[in-house]
């Protein structure tokens, strides 16, 4: 069984600080790597997308990947209010058809 | 960007009625399209996955006589809950993808059976 893990928190982050969330998944041959943002009913949106190793960055978000030791992580910076959601990390394994498998997802409050 | 509609956005009936959820990529063509149910506090469990004018493949445990899923062209897809009752009940969202865009969601549908 491919699994995608997280921890499922409440993460709880001061206004302005960073939050920094963490992601492993277990099937080593995985290629692609998203992050997603999902409001309380709501569906999710895409934050970043990560395919190689090393971080990118997209305004307050940086991704990180690192294939050897099978995790990825997502980092917000200034975290605001409006950065309280639960962060689903999801990945393409290998053989899957396109398939995206999901964590559990890690709930992020930030604290005015 | 791409857009996929989600109809309807919730959605109440009786048990043992059927309920049809419509997606429908704006704008762009969903090779394939994957249907996911949430139930509260969990993730996203992937339901099935249909490509267009073929049989949809679903996941393990979920009943395909149950949810019937119809992709007849490349910009809709159907989700039917059959026979619905009170345990059907959760969060349906799908999911396009497509070669461009890679993959969209749609806005849900909340689904409650009574």
């Known amino acids: 069984q491919k699994e995608v893990e997280q921890n499922s928190g409440p993460l709880s982050v001061p206004e302005g600080a960073i939050a920094s969330l963490n992601c492993t998944y277990s099937d080593r041959g995985s290629q692609s790597f998203f992050w997603y943002r999902q409001y309380s009913g709501k569906s999710p949106e895409l934050i970043m997308s990560?395919?190689?190793?090393g971080d990118q960055e997209d305004g307050r978000f940086t991704a990180q990947l690192n294939k050897a030791s099978q995790y990825v992580s997502l980092l917000i910076r200034d975290s605001q209010p409006s950065d309280s959601a639960t962060y689903l990390c999801?990945?393409?394994?290998?053989?899957?058809?396109?398939?995206?498998?999901f964590g559990a997802g890690t709930q992020v409050v930030v604290t005015p | 960007g791409a857009v996929v509609s989600q109809h309807p956005s919730w959605v109440i009936c009786k048990s043992g009625t059927s309920v049809k959820i419509e997606c429908r990529s704006l704008d762009f063509q969903a090779t394939t399209m994957f249907w996911y149910r949430q139930f509260p506090k969990q993730s996203l469990m992937l339901m099935a996955t249909s490509n267009e004018g073929s049989k949809a493949t679903y996941e393990q445990g979920v009943e395909k006589d149950k949810f019937l899923i119809n992709h007849a062209s490349l910009t809709l897809s159907t989700l039917t809950v059959t026979s619905a009752h009170p345990e059907d009940s959760s969060f349906y969202i799908c999911?396009?993808?497509?070669?461009?865009?890679?993959?969209?969601f749609g806005s849900g549908t909340r689904l409650t059976v009574v």
């Open positions: 999801a990945v393409n394994p290998t053989d899957s058809w396109g398939k995206l498998q």
């Open positions: 999911s396009a993808r497509s070669t461009i865009y890679g993959y969209t």
């Open positions: 990560i395919y190689s190793n």
